[in-house]
C-alpha cells in the first residue's frame, strides 16, 4: 500500500517517527507520501524524504495559512520543487468552514499555487471544505493541473464533474466512521480507477481507534473498508490504488515506491 497523503512532517511524530515507520512497514505500508501545509512543513517534508528512500514530499501553503502567501513563499516553493522526491504542489484549496484566513485571501494563494503548479507541469493536492462551488470554479480555470481532491467530501454530483475533468479522489478515516453513510454512498459511485488511499494522518484516525493519534499503520483498515464498499478484494484494492497513485504523482516504476 502507499499512503498517498501523510503528515509525518507534523510536530505530532517527532519523538517516535523511527517507531511509526516501523509500524508502517508492517502492516503493509511501502511508501509515504508527506504533504506541506506550510513553508516550514514543505522544508521538513523535503528533508524527510532525502532521510529515507521510502518517504516522498508534497510542498505548499494550507488554505488556513493562505493570509501568508506573498511572491517571496512562491519563489521558496518553487526551489524546493527542484527536489527530486517532491511531487506536487499542495496541500492547496478553501477552507470555509473555518475561515483563517479571508475568502478572497484562500482565493488568490490557491490560483497563485495552481499557476505555479502549470508553469511547472506539476500535479496539485486540493483541500476543499465547505467550499465546492469556488473549488470547482477555481480548478476548472487550470485543466492542464492534474488535481487529487483528498479526504474528498463533496457530493457524487460534484465527484462526476471531477472525474470528467479527469482528476483523483483520496479517502482515509471517515469512510469507516460508523455514521458515514453518506460517504459510503458516494464512494461506491466512483470508481476505484480515480481512487487513492490515505490517512492525513495524525488526523481523522479510522475506527476502531478514534481519539487517538493517526498513524500510517492504521492505511489496512481504511484499504478494507474500501474493498467492502465496492465489493472486490483487498488485494483488489491495493493493487488498483498503488497504480492509481502512480499514474497521478507520475512515479512510473520507481524501485523505491
Not at 504533504?35 to 514530499?57: C, F, I, K, P, T
Not at 473555518?98 to 502549470?118: C, E, G, I, M, T
Not at 487550470?142 to 479517502?171: D, K, Q
Request: proline fraction near 5%; hydrophobic fraction near 40%.
Amino acid at each position: 500500500m502507499i499512503d498517498s497523503h501523510a503528515h509525518l512532517n507534523d510536530p505530532a511524530f517527532r519523538g517516535d517517527l523511527a517507531e511509526v515507520l516501523a509500524r508502517a512497514s508492517d502492516s503493509g505500508v511501502q511508501a509515504m507520501i508527506n504533504v506541506g501545509y506550510d513553508l516550514e512543513s514543505s522544508r521538513h517534508a523535503v528533508e524527510l524524504a532525502d532521510q529515507y528512500s521510502h518517504l516522498w514530499a508534497v510542498v505548499g501553503l494550507h488554505p488556513h495559512d493562505a493570509k501568508l502567501w506573498t511572491e517571496e513563499l512562491g519563489d521558496a516553493l518553487q526551489e524546493l520543487v527542484k527536489h527530486p522526491k517532491v511531487l506536487a504542489l499542495g496541500e492547496v484549496g478553501l477552507d470555509y468552514h473555518y475561515d483563517n484566513s479571508p475568502r478572497d485571501k484562500q482565493r488568490s494563494a490557491f490560483r497563485a499555487q495552481l499557476n505555479l503548479a502549470r508553469q511547472l507541469n506539476l500535479p496539485a493536492v486540493i483541500h476543499s471544505r465547505e467550499a465546492t462551488r469556488d473549488t470547482l470554479e477555481i480548478v476548472g480555470e487550470y485543466p492542464e493541473v492534474s488535481c487529487l481532491l483528498h479526504c474528498y467530501s463533496g457530493s457524487l454530483e460534484t465527484a462526476t464533474i471531477y472525474e470528467e475533468m479527469g482528476h483523483f479522489f483520496s479517502f482515509g478515516g471517515p469512510i469507516t466512521f460508523q455514521n458515514a453513510h453518506k460517504l459510503r454512498d458516494v464512494v461506491i459511485g466512483i470508481p476505484l480507477e480515480r481512487i487513492l488511499l490515505e490517512t492525513d494522518c495524525p488526523y481523522l484516525t479510522p475506527h476502531p481507534h478514534r481519539g487517538k493519534r493517526n498513524e500510517p499503520a492504521y492505511l489496512s483498515l481504511i484499504a478494507k473498508k474500501l474493498a467492502e464498499i465496492h465489493g472486490c478484494t483487498l488485494e483488489d484494492v491495493i493493487m488498483q490504488t498503488v497504480a492509481n497513485t502512480r499514474q497521478f504523482f507520475r512515479l512510473g516504476n520507481k524501485e523505491d515506491l
